[in-house]
């Protein structure tokens, strides 16, 4: 058994090493609601799996969880659909950038993961079969309380608007899929329960608690409640590892060496198997839309807790 890190200590330490880096990269502005965030934030929180909980920075302010929400709605549908989900959706890094159109069309309508935009709609689309919008809305939102173990968690219906108004991307994506008959809801449907997911609004606080079951073979360590199959678990953080960071997932597992997930809002959620879950925030992202200083920040948690899987 190795020893357990002062993760007190470990989180203030990585807070004041980011602070010159603070501000840098670009915040998300193709979402309008995203775009006013001031990118000087950044805020870091670790949960372990023996119930230990250490945060620094704006740990406790809530931001637009994006696309990490994909981890989240991926558990849902694998326990919905098991190993049939994968007839409609692949299990390869894309090299792609999130919202790629190209390889759908190459690839017949079938996406590369469920972790890039297109996959994330098939999979969202899974969840809608057999009910209404609102109503799986209504679960995943429910879903993220229970996880979080925090009734507070809720959609930020701002960012959902602004997102629906100028997510073209994501409708020709729907289009597309649909075109391959590989969607099956309503179009405008799809992308409603997408948007208002990816409008999910946590604290880095209330993202590693609930990502913590990721961490421990798909049972909640704190409650005792299994969430997925261990299995399943494995799989997730596969998938997080090697399609977690769009483009740069070969990149991110180069220098932080976790299964991670990524989100426009500046959010990374990664997961150190056995020990915890960590989730990062700060607005400004790089080239590939990746937080720049999140992911700089849990390279050194890594260096200072030895973490990394590898
Ligand atoms: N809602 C965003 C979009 O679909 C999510 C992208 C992301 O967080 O990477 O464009």
Not at 133 to 141: L, R
Not at 232 to 246: D, E, Q, S, V
């Amino acid at each position: 058994m190795d020893q357990v890190p002062d993760l007190a200590s470990i989180v203030t330490t990585v807070c004041q090493d980011m602070e010159t880096h603070l501000g840098r990269g670009r915040v998300a502005d193709y979402i309008p609601a995203l775009a006013r965030v001031d990118p000087r934030h950044f805020g870091i929180a670790i949960v372990t799996c023996d119930g230990r909980i250490a945060a620094a920075g704006d740990a406790d302010l809530t931001f637009s969880i994006q696309s990490i929400s994909k981890v989240f709605t991926l558990t849902l549908a694998l326990d919905k659909l098991g190993a049939d989900l994968w007839d409609r959706v692949g299990r390869e890094p894309s090299g792609s950038r999130f919202n790629s159109i190209v390889q759908l069309e190459q690839e017949k309508g079938i996406p590369r993961n469920p972790l890039i935009n297109a996959g994330a709609l098939v999979v969202t689309d899974t969840l809608l079969e057999g009910g209404d919008a609102s109503e799986t809305i209504a679960k995943i939102a429910d879903f993220m309380q229970r996880l979080a173990d925090d009734d507070s968690v809720s959609i930020d219906a701002e960012v959902a608007q602004s997102e629906a108004e100028t997510g073209f991307r994501n409708a020709s994506l729907a289009n597309f899929l649909r075109g391959f008959g590989n969607l099956k809801g309503p179009i405008d449907d799809v992308l409603r329960v997408y948007f208002n997911q990816c409008a999910l609004s946590m604290t880095c606080r209330q993202l590693a608690r609930a990502g913590l079951f990721l961490a421990n073979n798909g049972v909640d360590p704190l409650n005792h409640t299994r969430v997925t199959t261990a299995g399943r678990t494995r799989r997730i953080n596969a998938l997080m590892m090697t399609c977690g960071h769009y483009d740069a997932s070969g990149d991110f597992a180069f220098r932080v060496g976790l299964p991670g997930k990524s989100g426009v809002g500046g959010g990374i959620l990664a997961i150190a198997p056995g020990r915890a879950a960590i989730a990062v925030w700060s607005p400004g992202l790089n080239a590939a839309g990746n937080s720049y200083v999140g992911a700089l920040a849990l390279e050194r948690l890594v260096s200072l807790t030895g973490w990394s899987v590898f």
